[in-house]
């Protein structure tokens, strides 16, 4: 191990998951070893119209291939495994991780077809991985709203880099499985070069409470609930999943468990010994109907008002199984992601109109609590690790920044502190840390199957087509004497309507016509120049009318 | 007055205002006379692409147009009076308001070129307004986020009908404006039929903090910045400006004004009274490079994130006349309505990139406060109203709701209370109440200068366009024999990039055309049937190779 050369540095960028929440992936490199910390993906912004998902470019990765020795992930939620099955089809690494994230991603890879040629390698917190001639990872369990989340700690050449993943310091967690403390304070103890932490809470004041003081709120509605509960959550929140579980034990209630994320986390958790559900307690979603009112619960995704969700489904009586009766109590056990509050806010909205007692977030509910760590648990992981380099990750910049003010409060020099954007590199040699430009780095768009293949242009137009539509102009003319021999025909789609804007669509034909004939008799024969005629003339037309910017395609043909 | 006949009777309704929070319009009609309370629009949900505004349908006040007397107005925000210009080409009636509330309508109106015929009549707190032979409006003074803010008090034959508008209890407003506890006492003494009031803030227990609590903050943070102040706020909330122009006279700061709708409420609110600016206070912002950092501050709007908005274009460094420097203090004394959050966001991450100290609210920052009352207030407004029949409105129906379970807890009896939906009409008479059918109501869209021209249609394909796209496929065939004549030539916009796509058009052209030969070999030979069978492959084809639907729209031209 550690065969130090003069010449060779440590390097430690983020391809994702500064600036943004969401698809986080961490390099850590020193001379030829790269090691990769998660794979995650985002979900899209407002304006990347009609994109399903994003994961980063990972053309760095790909073009060092023979370095990466291998993806190391933290814990199983999206944005930290949902961009396997795309980063894997072009770089075929090994991918190490706990038993519970190895479930959630083989559960992922299979529907990839890519389990077969993935090698995956199971860790817990005592496992050492050697990555390459230089690098040694060791992992140190954390709290998170899933579990089986590890820290890590990757030894180099220069020093240890610690990446905590996603944490929070619950001192009373639902699985008995403590944060370990004492390991993060012999890391500290024994020296961390680089910290990278989980600035997502940067912003919170004091600490977040214990998952299990959801647990007693949750008790306490389903014994006092005379009907049905549903209650919605994170699929991926095994602990709070475990609470519903108890809670309808000891208040004699049988869990149906509907949404496909729902059930399939239900199942791997079960099968992995994470969760632990007693015999005949789970009911099919069929039966419901069947058993009393009281006796039922209903669990199910949709706690951010999805669309598509079980929850919305039922909200809207959509939904094939199950229907929601007045009188039925509906938990949405969980606070609105940034985006989503006004679907949330739909879906409470209309399970309140079916009669349903609906218990949601806001107002010291109770019914749900972060996963991140706040202000004082954020300066708890600082002073246990003690770095001498500081890269606040995983939040927007204004957490980062945030964040990095409370490293500074503890006691880290300013000037050891880097808030960096994807791509920007810091380097370490010698026992100083400085920034060294940047690799690529950016967003890559994945719509439907396609992959890369949608960008600014394709969502330009989409920006344009959605705001006003498009119309599409199809004219006619003769070779011999320029005169128009068909049309001009106007076809709108998300302009105007079309029987009531007959006057508008007439006029709009006329100076199509009027526009074409007099750029031919002005010998104006070039198509693109007859095109971009039409189109300013329409456009000009078009906007002094309705004071609307269509897209406007000009079909010109001869015969 | 009050010539009461057998069968009449009253109706009351909302045309915009529940189920929603914006385009509030309420109706109060007894036999041929018609109220109208308030006159509002909407900002468009995130599925109406494209739409600028929305307002009620008023279908039935332009039915009943000899019967409407006028329109009341409780105070002066959008979603209150921004429908009047469009409502008054209607229906020609007279506008009621207090004093400011008419300063911001006469400005709509003259945009509007509607100034001069639309009669507007002064009301103040001892205004009686005499509304046809029925019908008598007296009003009282309350505290809102704008000053002149008045509910109003309806007396028909039954009772009377009171709408609070948008209303806390301040009980140290800025103005030194009370909300007039003494004169709701007395119409509630007198007897209340039927109350109408804001549901805003149903879901918030406890007593909303006094506006004034903002000056004390305000001027804290002025004092302690080392350099530039830049604060956003909404532009009508008078009593925040006028606390801004406090802070910044006591630490001997002058301001400047920046956006469009800033400058306006300004001016109006200066010229009738309501805003106190000392002489030489205000400075044009050419002056603000010349003057030291520490002696400025810059009024502005964009407290939500508005793309095009003053603190935006700062924040983007886009802003033509004031930049933000390094060590600049940005206060946001708004909280992002829902929806804006992302906005807000971004603004803040790009205003801390360029070293400015940002304020915001959130975590007790103590900047902003609401305008409207939570629980305690809406107890007090019920226990001084005791209406018989209580309509909560001004909200999404989830706090209507919770608005209606705040009035049984004072004791309104649970069948005197209406949750309705627009349109929804409640009937009075003889001292019993009951719903009775529904009037049209709806959104009406505007999208640039059409009003109601986008509907279902054009926003289903404005939806479709901006999630995959469009591909116009153009193909002639010959009249004679069926063959190809030209074409198939395939145009994309939003779909893919056609450089990085050749292979899949290249196939896309195949298909097309082996349809349509296989097709006209079948002899189908209408024109629909071929659209629809290049639809339908070519569509199959997409889907497939793509899992993307693009509208497809063929174009068959014959020669």
Chains 1, 2 share one sequence.
Request: proline fraction near 4%; hydrophobic fraction near 40%.
């Amino acid at each position: 191990m550690s065969k130090k050369n003069n010449s060779d540095k440590l390097t430690v960028f983020a391809l994702g998951g500064v600036g943004e929440i969401g698809k986080n992936m961490y390099v850590v490199q020193y001379a030829n070893d790269i090691v990769v910390v998660d794979s995650g993906l985002k979900f899209p912004e407002e304006d990347m119209l009609g994109i399903d998902i994003v994961i980063p470019d990972i053309s760095y990765l790909t073009e060092n291939r023979d370095k990466v020795r291998g993806i190391l992930l933290t814990h199983g939620h999206e944005d930290h495994i949902g961009g396997l099955p795309y980063v894997l089809k072009h770089l075929n690494v090994p991918v190490y991780g706990t038993k519970l994230t190895l479930g959630l991603v083989e559960n992922k890879l299979k529907e990839a077809n890519l389990l077969g040629e993935t090698k995956r390698i199971l860790i817990d917190e005592d496992s050492e991985v050697v990555l390459g001639s230089t690098l040694k990872a060791s992992f140190f369990r954390t709290n998170h709203s899933i579990p089986d989340s590890v820290g890590i700690c990757i030894a180099t050449p220069e020093g240890n880099v610690v990446h905590t993943g996603d944490f929070k310091f619950d001192h009373t967690p639902v699985n008995g499985q403590y944060a370990n403390l004492q390991r993060m304070a012999a890391i500290g103890e024994e020296g961390v070069l680089v910290l990278m932490s989980d600035s997502t809470n940067a912003e919170k004041p004091g600490f977040t409470p214990s998952e299990k003081n959801v647990g007693v709120v949750l008790e306490d509605i389903f014994r006092k609930a005379a009907q049905r509960v549903v209650i919605a959550t994170f699929a991926s929140n095994v602990h709070r999943i475990q609470q519903v579980v108890n809670a309808a034990e000891s208040t004699g209630r049988k869990i149906t468990v509907i949404g496909r994320s729902m059930v399939n986390v239900v199942a791997i958790a079960s099968d992995l010994g994470y969760l632990n559900v007693p015999d005949g307690m789970l009911i099919e979603p069929e039966e419901v109907n069947k058993m009393a009112a009281d006796r039922v619960v209903v669990l199910c995704t949709g706690s951010q008002g999805e669309p598509m969700s079980a929850l919305t489904r039922m909200a809207r009586s959509t939904h094939r199984k199950v229907d929601i009766l007045p009188g039925d109590t509906v938990i949405i056990a969980a606070t609105p992601v940034p985006g989503n509050e006004k679907y949330v806010g739909r879906t409470i909205d209309e399970l309140f109109r079916l009669g349903a007692d609906v218990i949601y977030s806001g107002a010291n509910s109770g019914i749900h609590v972060s996963g991140h760590g706040s202000q004082e648990e954020l300066k708890l992981m600082l002073n246990l690790m003690k770095p001498k380099f500081f890269l606040p990750i995983h939040g927007e910049y204004r957490m980062q920044r945030r964040h990095a003010l409370l490293a500074e409060a503890v006691g880290v020099d300013p000037d050891n502190i880097f808030i960096t954007d994807i791509g920007e590199i810091v380097e370490v040699q010698g026992g100083a840390a400085r920034r060294a430009g940047k690799v690529t780095a950016g967003n890559v768009l994945i719509d439907g199957l396609g992959v890369g293949d949608v960008g600014n242009i394709v969502l330009r137009d989409r920006k344009l087509l959605s705001q006003d539509g498009i119309l599409v102009v199809v004219v006619t003319l003769s070779k011999q004497d320029g005169t128009i021999m068909s049309g001009p025909d106007i076809i709108s789609r998300g302009f105007v309507y079309v029987r009531e804007s007959e006057g508008l669509l007439d006029e709009a034909n006329r100076i199509v016509s009027s526009t074409l004939l007099k750029l031919m008799s002005e010998n104006v024969n070039e198509w693109a120049s007859l095109k971009t005629g039409v189109k300013d003339a329409l456009g000009r037309f078009l906007y002094e009318q309705t004071r609307r910017r269509p897209m406007i395609l000009p079909i010109i043909m001869e015969v």
